[in-house]
């Protein structure tokens, strides 16, 4: 049987961010608005366990971090705690909470690593407030304030002709 993350990428995106978001962004000062990634959330993504929400690079539709922000992130290595940065991050509630951006290396069983990018921190909180599920489909949208990053989760609900309403 086929889930709606088996879909991800057969279902056309929405054109632009809601508008409930862009006015808040607008509001606090954003500019620079970008779609970072569209998934649907995984058991991982919501477990309680594992308290993140994986960005996978070969999923992201565009840079969203300067070269600067980059080369910190790549500062960590697996021998020592992972750089991180603290991003201001507007939940689908429209709170505004503080999250901790990563990048991790994954190993794989062949040897071989890919990277991802990983909010955590205060993850289990976001999830659990805004009521995030497995198979929901979420938006992460990256602006810039004063040129620092900031973050905002936008959850989606699909319609059975494949388009999205605001949920």
């Known amino acids: 049987m086929a889930t709606r993350c088996d879909q991800q990428y057969t279902t056309p995106l929405p054109p632009d961010l809601l508008i409930k978001f862009r006015k808040r962004i607008r509001a606090l000062g954003g500019s620079d608005i970008a779609l970072v990634i569209q998934k649907c959330l ?53 709170r505004r909470s503080i999250i901790s951006l990563r990048k991790w290396e994954m190993k794989k069983a062949s040897g ?30 990256s602006f810039r304030i004063n040129s620092k990053l900031c973050l905002a989760l936008v959850k989606r609900k699909a319609k059975s002709n494949g388009y999205f309403v605001e949920f």
């Open 42 to 94: 995984f058991k991982t993504d919501v477990s309680s366990g594992h308290n993140r929400l994986s960005i996978p690079f070969n999923q992201i539709r565009q840079t969203f971090l300067t070269p600067q922000e980059t080369k910190f992130l790549n500062s960590g290595d697996n021998k020592k705690k992972c750089s991180e940065m603290e991003v201001m991050l507007i939940e689908p509630s429209l």
């Open 112 to 141: 071989s690593a890919t990277s991802i990018y990983v909010l955590v921190g205060q993850w289990n909180s976001v999830a659990w407030r805004n009521a995030l599920r497995e198979d929901e489909t979420v938006q992460l949208w």
